[in-house]
């Protein structure tokens, strides 16, 4: 057990590209891998994976190992376990961090389990304990209500997931150098017991909900899908995209995908407005980011307004349209 | 088709933050009086998910918890629903378990159930979040997983799961025994009705403790549990009338240069 070294991260792509998530990883890993004076790999896999080695050297890694295979073509847990139980067991990594995605939330604890070893997920802190050198994960439970800090002392590596947004990654260094290793797995595919049949995308109208510079959130208190309808014309004019918390989701007025919060999309754009809306702990921690926030709500006691910089209280079906008026008229004047 | 569906008892996650309170020595929530315990969410829908299988194919479904006494009213909430069996899991052996040991203890109370086809859990629970048992009974028990998803099929002896993804979802088709873990995305959980509660009296409900199933200890530690603060800081825009105080947010965001 005193034999693992250094920390390894689990890369990912989005549309061919690194993931901004991982670059997110290799920052907070590099930091890890210096104060552990060790040093930081990072892994892809996938099949016909594109230059993304060499950038993930630039933005902090010293080793990066490429699993490529026609096998590893879809996310299969088994798969995608399989590959990453003997990579740890050959590098034994000392540290073992993956992104909160959908790959990283299924893949994490299966994982774990099969090494033996603890995960937590979805942290937004990581530190190394100054004595022991353990690591301490803050992760929000009780849907953001409060804060939890583990620590392992048994089980290698020691493994986390980290929350998109919650990292910093470090400037592209052009001139770091590093070293990029074929990796191969030696999978038997018979232990494969899934297979994917077909994907479906939810098309995105406008502007990606997670990209988005502005975001405009409606709740419950909207009522209907037609009513949803000012939601997009406002955000159609402040060049922005449109989100919901669950109950309009499961209700369908819109669909599953715009849901912002712990189980669905994560939110930082540089205006939020939230209409209609409680703020309970689980939609805060998808949008307690954002870099202004703003509040619309007829109840003044609503949690939402505790983390609002801007609040206005009334019934939103008056206010809307005025307001949305008057951003017209600024917008062109 | 035999089918497992894994609940918990939890502090009700609709707790408003101002009511919200832990015992930071003991490290966890305090329930508060007015808002009883109640059944994990996600839990309710993975019993949804199983009666839909039951409603399609047939089988048996037993209700599976691990927690206090009181855990017996989500067990029997699940067989009001309509599953046919219950087992209950006590002991203070069992407090304090990590999700290591949480799993361990499941997966060894579902091998002792005997026959399953299918095991249910909610994607994550509403009280730690953690996300994690799922995954981890299926690998204690050597069976293939899927999570979360929000709808699931039975062709052919397989199962034909659709898997929520970050821009839609995916259709996986796994050999059974297969674990799923079910997200809200599923829809609605059904009622309990009436005749159902009634039923769910008459239906056998087992209670197991660390003599049936060994305790198993945990692998991480809890260093704290805290309520992280934030300051108030809301600058709160007024107006005569309420669409008068919608164009002075516009004209406020304008000068803070938001629009
Ligand atoms: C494990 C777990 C995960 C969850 N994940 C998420 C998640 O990812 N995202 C998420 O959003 N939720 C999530 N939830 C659900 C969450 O707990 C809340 O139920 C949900 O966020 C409430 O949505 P809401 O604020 O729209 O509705 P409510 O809490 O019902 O609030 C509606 C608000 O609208 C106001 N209102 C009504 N009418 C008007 C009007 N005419 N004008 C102005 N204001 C009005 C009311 O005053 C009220 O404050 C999760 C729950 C659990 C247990
Ligand atoms: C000493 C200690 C150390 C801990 N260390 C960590 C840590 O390192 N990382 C971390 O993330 N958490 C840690 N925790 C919190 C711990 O994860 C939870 O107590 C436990 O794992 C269950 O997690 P959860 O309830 O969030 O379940 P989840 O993993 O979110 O549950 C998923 C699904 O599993 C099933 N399930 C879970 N629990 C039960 C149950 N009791 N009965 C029936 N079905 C159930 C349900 O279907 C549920 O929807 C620690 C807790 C303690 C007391």
Redesign the interface.
Known sequence: MAENKGVLIVGELSDGKLASITAELLGIGRKLADDLDEGLSAVFIGNGITDVAGEAITLGADKVYVIDDPLFK?Y???SYVGALEKLSNDQAPEILLLGQ??MG??L???L???LG??????CVDLVLDPDTKLL?KS?????G???????????RPQMATIRPKAMEPLEQDVSRKGEVIPFDPALDESAV??????????E?VGIKLEDADVVICGGRGIGSAEAFEQLKELAKI?NGAVGAT?PP??SGWVP??LQVG??G?LVSP??YIGIAL?G???HQAGMSGSK?I???NKDPEA?I???????????YK??????????KE??SG | MNMIVCVKQV?D??????A?K?DPEA?R?VASKDRPLVISPFDEQAVEAALRVKDAQGGKVTILSLGGESAKDVVKHSMAMGADAGVLLTDPAFDDS???AT?AVLAEAIKKIGEYDIVFCG??E???????V???I???LGI????PIKKIEIKDGKA?VER????????????LPVLVTV???L??PRYATLKGIMAAAKKQLINWSSQDIGAVPA??????????V?E???????GE???????N??????E?K??
Not at chain 2, 232 to 238: D, L, M, P, Q, T
Not at chain 2, 249 to 254: F, G, K, N, Q, T
Request: aromatic share 6%; proline share 5%; glycine share 6%.
């Open positions: 879809d299969v847990t088994d995605t959908s939330r299924d994490a604890p299966r774990a389990f099969r070893t603890a995960v937590t997920l979805d301490q992760k929000p439970v009780y849907g209500n409060a804060m939890a800090v583990y620590v392992s002392e048994e089980g017991r899934a297979r994917v049949v077909e994907k479906v995308k939810e995105v402040l669950r989701c499961d599953a995908h712990l189980t999309k540089t205006l409680s309970s702990s689980q202004n703003v509040a619309i949690n307004f505790g983390i609002a910089h801007y609040g206005v209280v009334g019934d008056k206010l809307l349209p005025a307001f949305l008026e008057k951003c600024l917008l | 502090v996650p609709e707790t408003p933050a101002a919200f832990i490290k929530a990590d999700s290591f799993a994607r994550q509403a009280d730690w979040d953690a996300g994690q799922g995954s981890g299926a690998e204690l293939p997983s899927v999570t034909v929520v993804v970050e821009d839609g979802y995916e259709v996986i088709e796994v050999s997200s809200n995305e829809g609605e692998k991480s530690k809890m260093l704290k549990l805290f309520i992280p934030h108030a800081r809301c600058e709160f825009i007024e009338t309420p669409e008068e105080a919608g164009v947010l516009a004209v406020r965001l304008r803070a938001l629009l």
